[in-house]
């Protein structure tokens, strides 16, 4: 009773606008009563219209009305709070759709702030206040707000579960230990709770160790981001110096060319010009002396003729025409045969580097390394399709089957002269690059060097600088009847494993992983290198006397 007539005051005494306890109450003409501060909002909202209206009971006034501090009414509301009396929840206290409402509440219900897995019910603060106050309440497990509590009943028996059979994996109660679950491994749900939470925090353990690693991963991607960003903001800036100095410099040559042409050009039209003078003077005067000595043939007097011809008759020194050498339209056009030359020589050129610069940047790889292939499959996706360069084998060796195949000769083969060919080494290389992860496999018939080598290795005789395995710009696996040598910078190597005709290769450029495999029914790894590569490679194989080599078309 006294609970209601609790919320029976809070009504009486509340603003209908802000539903708290009244402030500064005051009473309009219609009877109704607000906080001040509230109708003068709601009015304040009205002023355009001119017309002000009741929030209740709609009742309207003209003009606004003058509000005055109602005394009687404000006495009242604060004698009532001396009593205890406390202003109604705000509407986030109360339980909406999808809050777990307090179970113990009359009427319009409020949130829960826990519930209990002892008594299954949820409580309010004011209604949870006896488990902090009554003794045998206080042990009760008081847990966060939870709809599922009627999941702790069991469905068959009505008790809450307390026990956990481990044979079946699932939550019982009392009664069902000793009725369908007899004989079972049962715990209580507590202890099984201690167990699964040390298991609970062994993965939150792994979890967080795995969350390190990859910030770890994260921030070194992020680390690989910026260099990359730097490298190639820094690489275009240099790339566009490099060719604004290349076009200037050919601006220079073309410049300095149309300068030389002019120059001659002027000497050239200038000295024809000259002689151009001479003999059109020498025109004028014969064409004067011709008239003269027409003139004179034409006169009667004997005496008067015969005085004035030897004076007439003698000709001026003559400008020589046969000495004038009228060549054919070609004057300098040789000029242009020879820039057209370097023309053709500077694509030539730019075609072979940019090869190399197209795929070193199409080879720049974010990622972090693979792991290295492990099954046959694996190996297949980075199968690579090559073919070997006839302009860089030696004359001893004959290609076949589309350039895979190659065998070596008693006699030399008709190639022509190519400034890429080996002349002191009986090996070859292939005509692709290979950047990123390749595979490849070579089979083998007699004594053979597969290898790998940069297009900078030497080419010419059979020293160190040109061999295969011989230099730091190669690298080679050397396979014999009986046995296996890794030979690098002409530093050998023993391996040993099981011989077989044929080789498998990986490499993987990024990761500076070079691996050799002998490749029968099973795959064994002979030997395999970690370095660094700082060109593409070219694969590469050298060839004994009596012997062959294929790279495989695997399928």
Partial sequence: ????????????????????????????????????????????????????????C????????????????AGLVEQLKKTGLQAAPADHCYAGPEDVACDFCSGRKLKAIKSCLFCLASYCEKHLQPHYDVAPLKKHKLVEPSKNLQ???????????????????????????????????????????????????????????????????????????????HSADKTVEDSEKIFTELIRLIQKRSSDVKQQIRSQQETEVSGVKELQEKLEQEITELKRKDAELKQLSHTEDHNQFLHNYPSLSALSESTHSSSINIRPLRYFEDVTAAVSELRDKLQDILTDRWTNISLTVTDVDVLLSQPEPKSRAEFLKYLCKITLDPNTAHTQLLLSEGNRKVTRMDQHQSYSSHPDRFTGWCQVLSRESLTGRCYWEVEMRGNVYVAVAYKNISRAGNGTESGFGRNDKSLSLLCFQNSYEFRYNNIITSISGPRSSRVGVYLDHRAGILSFYSVSETRTLLHRVQTTFTQPLYAGIWIDSGSSAELCEVK
């Avoid at 209601?4 to 309009?28: A, G, Y």
């Avoid at 109704?32 to 002023?47: A, P």
């Avoid at 044979?167 to 209580?188: A, F, N, P, R, Y």
């Fill in 1 to 56: 009773m006294a609970q209601q007539e609790n919320q029976l005051d809070r009504e009486t005494f509340s603003c209908s606008i802000c539903l708290d306890l009244l402030k500064d109450p005051v009473t309009i003409p219609c009877g109704h009563s607000y906080c001040m501060n509230c109708i003068k909002t709601h009015w304040g909202v009205e002023d355009q219209k001119g017309v002000y209206s009741c929030p209740q």
């Fill in 58 to 73: 709609r009742k309207t006034f003209i003009p606004r009305p003058v509000l005055e501090k109602n005394i009687m009414l």
């Fill in 151 to 229: 999941e702790n009943i069991c469905s068959r028996h009505d008790e809450v579960m307390k026990m956990f059979c481990r044979t079946d994996q699932k939550c019982i109660c009392l009664v069902c230990v000793m009725d369908e679950h007899k004989g079972h491994d049962t715990v209580s749900a507590a202890a099984e709770r201690t167990e699964r939470q040390r298991e609970l925090e062994v993965s939150r353990q792994e979890i967080q160790q795995r969350i390190q690693d990859r910030e770890k991963d994260v921030k070194l991607l992020q680390q690989e981001v910026e260099a990359i960003n």
